[in-house]
């Protein structure tokens, strides 16, 4: 029985996500107008992060800034930084390839686990954790909070939360507190909401679109035309499609050509800096 529902509870989730795409004007109204599409970062926040030593792992050519972020506004990336976020998973098989790859790359991104897949697969969350990589929320179930009560939507993203750190309890890693809406579909009450609470929207600014069928050639091509049209910016994939995990080696290896740097953000606050590397 319980196997049954853990099986329908993935397949739903499969069904319900990213492959039902947001029609475009969606996902850009209900992108806020994101801090990382600023400028270049103020001489004084750059110096402040400099004492954060890279975490395990972002080490490669590749490998810019880590960057702590207690609140929406402290994403603020140059010209040539890009952040990179997998949102949807874990899966196995397809997450643990995208894994290997960013190993090959020594870069580390953020993971935003929805509830149900961390129920299914506690040990991928802490082999993601694990691995050097920062692990955010993206509600339970992956409704369109939009669309809810606030309660209801505020009980949602909670119980998200919940069961990522079940899946991380005992394994010695956190869970920061990064949160993505589904289909980017957000409100300004929830926004307020959890920003009093400390949580940290991530907004995007390279949306890869790879919940489309398409190729993972056309993938690459959209996100490297965004990529350069913006010049910098928060990247949103899917640890959960093939075609992502077909084009991420291809996508690494054009961000080095092109002369970008990967920024890993991590959470901000006293003694939140990721532990020197050994
Ligand atoms: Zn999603």
Redesign the pocket.
Known sequence: MAARWLFLGVGAILLA??EVAPQEPLALAASSPAAATVTAPARASVAANARCLPARGHTGALAGRTLPVSRVSDIRLARGEVVLTF??GPIPGKTTRILDTLDRAGVRATF?V?GTMARSYPRLVREVAARGHTIGS?TDR?PNLSRMAHGAALAEIAKGERAIAAALSGSGHGMAPFF?F??LADTRALRSALAARGTVVLDVDIDSKDYFRTSSAKVLERTMARLRSRGRGVVLF?DIHARTVAMLPDFLAALGREGYRVVHLVPGGAGACPAPAS
């Open positions: 996500g990213c949102d949807d935003l929805v993206h992956h993505r589904p289909y899917h």
